[in-house]
């Protein structure tokens, strides 16, 4: 490869980097977050607290008050931890 290529290619790929950066405001990587840990944990616990659902229901950040809540009513102690953990 010669110079003139390596340079091209090199610009190219820093500009498809700037343009795929996304840029989040503090309240939508909360949101992101908390809907990744409710996934996590509707997986997790899933056969204690959420037995009655679908397994391949996708939680949303709708969903995320509702998942505190199961966790808090029908789970052990660290489920109870990580719905108090999901309501802050």
């Known amino acids: 490869m010669n110079?003139?290529?390596r340079k091209y290619l090199a610009e190219i790929g820093r500009k498809g980097g700037?343009?795929?950066?996304?840029?989040?405001?503090?309240?939508?990587?909360?949101?992101?977050v908390r809907?990744?840990?409710a996934r996590r944990a509707y997986?997790?616990?899933?056969?204690?607290?959420?037995?009655?659902?679908s397994p391949d229901l996708r939680i949303t950040a709708a969903d995320v008050d509702?998942?505190?809540?199961?966790?808090?009513?029908?789970?052990?102690?660290k489920a109870w931890e990580k719905g108090i953990q999901l309501c802050r």
């Open 3 to 5: 110079d003139t290529v």
């Open 18 to 32: 700037k343009r795929s950066r996304r840029a989040l405001s503090p309240d939508q990587a909360r949101t992101m």
């Open 35 to 37: 809907v990744r840990e």
């Open 43 to 53: 997986r997790d616990y899933f056969a204690q607290c959420f037995w009655s659902c």
């Open 66 to 77: 509702w998942v505190a809540e199961r966790l808090m009513k029908y789970g052990g102690r």
